[in-house]
């Protein structure tokens, strides 16, 4: 056997004795599928996993996470969308065998298809004259996201061209003139300092919300002040002698709000050694031991005010006060600016988006508000649903988290000293030893303090 054999087949051992380790159980929780894993320990291995979960609609409810020496033992509590245990046998296997395949096997993403990637300032038909841009230009929308936050927009949109269908690389003098014509309507008028981005690239691996967070978070959206009445409480305390930051959230449960959190952490640079994540009614409570990637602990006033604003930056991005208004027909060409103008000029102003097209049908998910960002009028909803088709499009309440079933009695009751927050809005004592005993009694590390 050659030499550059041996080194390949010992490569493959190696992969294979890090492959992560994926037990589902369905006996330890009476409300809830149990997801443990097991894995070398290395950079963002943490978010990928959480990434896969909720890429599959999967709530996690409750977790525990922890590194031990170069290894990682992590617990995640599941359900489905309507809070129910996770029965079906294939979608089992699905999980276990994307787990253990996600760090060696990439997916083949969107190829084909042209990527744009928009950061500017957001006012009221942005998006409409975005995509009636888009529709000038003969591209044709496949996928898209968008978010607005702080004033801000960032937004990805695969396109194909409408004739040939193929991705627009074969033309870079059409490329820059669509560059150059987003770019204009993304300019900022308001003497905003960040500077409007465009970005074009083709096929690629990116998933969209993980880089929808790193344009916002490039952008500096976080920068503006938040509302203290509705903020995320976050806190971020030092244990010198053990040299960790501990992070503490207190919000809103919802759907993706850990991955929300742990892509913030990762994208910047912060390492989670322990975590214990939880959810009591409607509140969710997140704690994190964490080191930046350089092995400290925050070491400063700054740095501390800024993972703060950043985390809740993270948090509210994905929470829209508006109507979601779900759109599925026939795709056509220009279908997507027509829908949004009609969105314009009804006073409308569309704070996120979803859209995904699939064997010629279109299936749009619009989050809108009035001007102000304020609850629509019922009747401009009507007024719009009139003039797209009634048939085609329907108004839908954001996913009620009263619907889950309730958390086990054991978390009934929340102690005492996580209850309330201070005027000023901190999370009053950390987790602490809590956490760490119940990452011990499960086994997940060889001490507590």
């Given at each position: 056997m050659e030499l550059s054999d041996c080194s390949n087949e010992y490569e493959k051992l190696v992969v294979r004795m890090n492959m992560p380790r994926v037990v589902i159980d369905n006996g330890v929780c009476p409300n809830s599928t149990v997801v443990k894993i097991d894995s070398a320990r290395s950079p963002g291995i943490l978010l990928e996993s959480v990434q896969l979960l909720t890429d599959m609609n999967l709530w996690i409810r409750k977790a525990y996470i922890s590194s031990d020496g170069k290894w990682n033992m992590d617990v995640?509590?599941?359900?489905?969308?309507?809070?129910?245990?996770?029965?079906?046998?294939?979608?089992?296997?699905?999980?276990?065998?994307?787990?253990?395949?996600?760090?060696?096997?990439?997916?083949?993403?969107?190829?084909?298809?042209?990527?744009?990637e928009l950061t500017g300032t957001d006012r009221v038909g942005l998006l409409s004259e975005v995509f009636a841009v888009l529709a000038d230009l003969s591209c044709d929308v496949v996928e898209a996201k968008a978010w607005t936050h702080n004033g801000r927009i960032a937004s990805m949109i695969y396109v194909k061209d409408r004739n040939s269908g193929t991705p627009l690389d074969g033309d870079s003098d059409r490329v820059q003139r669509i560059e150059g014509q987003l770019r204009n309507l993304l300019k900022a008028d308001d003497g905003y300092q960040n500077d409007t981005r465009t970005c074009v690239s083709y096929g690629g691996n990116t998933h969209m919300e993980r880089r929808l967070h790193q344009r916002m978070f490039m952008d500096r959206d976080y920068e503006k002040k938040f509302d203290s009445e509705t903020s995320p409480i976050v806190s971020v305390q030092n244990l010198p002698k053990r040299?960790?930051?501990?992070?503490?959230?207190?919000?809103?449960?919802?759907?993706?709000l850990?991955?929300?959190?742990?892509?913030?952490?990762?994208?910047?640079?912060?390492?989670?050694?322990?975590?214990?994540?939880?959810?009591?009614?409607?509140?969710?409570?997140?704690?994190?031991?964490v080191r930046h990637s350089d092995g400290n602990p925050v070491n400063s006033e700054p740095e501390r005010q800024r993972l703060i604003q950043c985390l809740q930056a993270a948090i509210e991005r994905r929470t829209v006060k508006g109507v979601r208004l779900e759109l599925c027909t026939a795709d056509r060409p220009g279908?997507?600016?027509?829908?949004?103008?009609?969105?314009?000029?009804?006073?409308?102003?569309?704070?996120?988006?979803?859209?995904?097209?699939?064997?010629?049908?279109?299936?749009?998910?619009?989050?809108?508000?009035?001007?102000?960002?304020?609850?629509?009028?019922?009747?401009?909803?009507k007024s719009i649903r009139e003039k797209i088709g009634i048939n085609d499009l329907s108004v839908k309440e954001q996913f009620p988290i009263s619907c889950r079933v309730e958390v086990e009695k054991e978390h009934q009751q929340e102690p005492e000293n996580h209850q309330g927050h201070n005027g000023g809005g901190t999370v009053l004592v950390s987790l602490g030893s809590l956490v760490m005993r119940n990452l011990y009694q499960l086994g997940l590390i060889k001490s507590y303090f």
């Open positions: 995640f509590h599941v359900s489905d969308l309507n809070g129910n245990k996770l029965t079906d046998e294939n979608l089992i296997r699905y999980i276990e065998k994307s787990i253990e395949t996600s760090h060696y096997t990439k997916s083949e993403g969107y190829t084909g298809l042209t990527a744009l040299g960790y930051s501990v992070v503490n959230l207190q919000c809103k449960d919802r759907m993706k850990l991955f929300d959190v742990v892509c913030t952490l990762t994208d910047m640079a912060y390492i989670v050694f322990h975590a214990a994540i939880r959810t009591v009614g409607e509140t969710a409570f997140l704690e994190f031991y279908l997507l600016a027509e829908v949004t103008r009609t969105l314009r000029e009804n006073g409308s102003n569309i704070a996120r988006v979803e859209i995904s097209t699939k064997d010629g049908i279109a299936k749009n998910v619009f989050y809108v508000t009035d001007a102000n960002g304020n609850l629509i009028d019922p009747e401009i909803i």
